[in-house]
């Protein structure tokens, strides 16, 4: 499963920024999707994630100022990052996992996303 993500930019404190990920291939069925992030010199954390369930899952520090969604019918999952400050700039992430038909039957996967860089700056 390939995940193409887009949106990243630059952008001045308190502006908004939507990112997408698409996740291609055949044969695979998406439970969850998400979007990780990684600033210079630090581990990658996670942002927002949802699962096919409806669940959702916020890192405390975008609470209230990101918003995660899906299509579900293009597998795609969506970012809308408003109120941006300085410190949300990372290369962002995008995660899926869930199914996919192998060899002997349905198997488990997880992909990453190749990153979209977001620099939050005036």
């Known amino acids: 499963v390939q995940l193409q993500a887009s949106g990243g930019g630059l952008v001045q404190p308190g502006g908004s920024l939507r990112l997408s990920c698409v996740a291609s291939?055949?044969?695979?069925?998406?439970?969850?999707m998400g979007w990780y992030r990684q600033a210079p010199g630090k581990q990658r954390e996670l942002v927002a994630d949802?699962?096919?369930?409806?669940?959702?899952n916020y890192a405390d520090s975008v609470k209230g100022r990101f918003t995660i969604s899906r299509d579900g019918a293009k597998d795609t999952v969506f970012l809308q990052m408003n109120s941006l400050k300085p410190e949300d700039t990372a290369v962002y992430y995008c995660?899926?996992?869930?199914?996919?038909?192998?060899?002997?039957?349905?198997?488990?996967?997880?992909?990453w996303g190749q990153g979209t860089q977001v620099t939050v700056s005036s």
């Open positions: 949802s699962t096919s369930a409806g669940s959702i």
């Open positions: 291939g055949s044969g695979f069925r998406i439970n969850g």
């Open positions: 995660n899926a996992d869930g199914l996919i038909v192998g060899a002997i039957g349905w198997e488990t996967f997880a992909s």
